[in-house]
Every structure is written in C-alpha cells, then in structure tokens.
Nanobody, 115 residues
Framework: QVQLVESGGGLVQPGGSLRLSCAAS????????MRWYRQAPGKQLELVAT????????SYADFVKGRFTISRDDAKNTVYLQMNSLKPEDTAVYYC????????WGRGTQVIVSS
C-alpha cells in the first residue's frame, strides 16, 4: 500500500517561504510523475506543480510560476515544494499526489499566509 505523507506547512507572513515535503512509503516513486495540488477554503482543488519521473521536466500553474519550485530526491523517496514570496492567496491545504491508473494522495499539510 502506497502512503504519501506531507509535512512542512505552517503559518508564515506574506513574502515568506516554506518548504513542503512529501515522503512516500510502500512503493518507490522513481518511475512516476509526482504532483502537488492545493485546496483553499471554499474553493476547488487545483494543480500547483508537476515533476516528471527522473526530474527532467517540471510544470507550474501560472499563479505560482517564478515563486514555487518542485523537486524530488528519489533516493529518499521524497518530493519537495519550495514556496517563496508567499501571498495570502496561497493559503490552502497542500496535497501530494502520485497520478496514474491507481492514484495516491496524502492527507495534506496546511499552509496559512497571514500577517
């Protein structure tokens, strides 16, 4: 059984930074693309960033381009999301996802951007 566990969320002031981690167990993630999603209160789930298997390709939603960076360390079976220049509208629960015929999700980590 694949488990994804997110960590690193918290309260941060506007302009600040956070680094989210997604640790996988039960299966190696090296052969899979990995994604970060987020869901703000009262809003739909939205895709934030994707990294290809091997890490050679990344893509970002327009609203985070230039501020967020997705990366992976397959030796640690972990995916990261470095978030810089955070804005109040980045407040959301952030979820890690392994897409595929059988998709796996973590339980999320809360990010609150507020002064």
């Amino acid at each position: 059984q694949v488990q994804l566990v997110e960590s690193g969320g918290g309260l941060v002031q506007p302009g600040g930074s956070l680094r989210l981690s997604c640790a996988a167990s039960g299966s190696l993630i090296g052969n899979y693309d990995m994604r970060w999603y987020r869901q703000a209160p009262g809003k739909q789930l939205e895709l934030v960033a994707t990294i290809s298997s091997g890490g050679g390709s990344t893509s970002y939603a327009d609203f985070v381009k230039g501020r967020f960076t997705i990366s992976r360390d397959d030796a640690k079976n972990t995916v990261y999301l470095q978030m810089n220049s955070l804005k109040p509208e980045d407040t959301a629960v952030y979820y890690c996802n392994r897409p595929g015929v059988q998709s796996y999700w973590g339980r999320g980590t809360q990010v609150i951007v507020s002064s």
